[in-house]
């Protein structure tokens, strides 16, 4: 059973920056592909950015491309998410979540993963 915890959330004003942590349970999160998911109020979860397990690489929703980066630090079985130039649409919930299924691939549905998180709130005002 792998435990996620997320960090970090909270109000920050637009044009602000955040720094999520989602801090994982277990010896082998270095083989977990890791994800970042938000739900906002009344709208389906959307996928935000994934990491894969193996060597690291990275993907980004269209939306997430350029003010969001996703970085994992095995060691601290720890994955981040950065958010630059916050805007008032990023207010939601933020979801990490992990797929130990050690398959390649970018998953970006959340049927993909495992396990979840409990969410940390995000609220960016204008």
């Known amino acids: 059973q792998v435990q996620l915890v997320e960090s970090g959330g909270g109000l920050v004003q637009a044009g602000g920056s955040l720094r999520l942590s989602c801090a994982a349970s277990g010896r082998s999160f270095r083989r977990y592909a890791m994800g970042w998911f938000r739900q906002a109020p009344g709208k389906e979860r959307e996928f935000v950015a994934g990491i894969t397990w193996s060597v690291g690489g990275t993907y980004y929703s269209d939306f997430a491309k350029g003010r969001f980066t996703i970085s994992r630090d095995n060691a601290n079985n720890t994955v981040y998410l950065q958010v630059n130039n916050m805007k008032p649409e990023d207010t939601a919930v933020y979801y990490c979540?992990?797929?130990?299924?050690?398959?390649?691939?970018?998953?970006?549905?959340?049927?993909?993963?495992?396990?979840w998180g409990q969410g940390t709130q995000v609220t960016v005002s204008s």
């Open positions: 979540a992990a797929d130990a299924s050690g398959n390649y691939g970018f998953k970006v549905n959340p049927s993909a993963y495992d396990y």
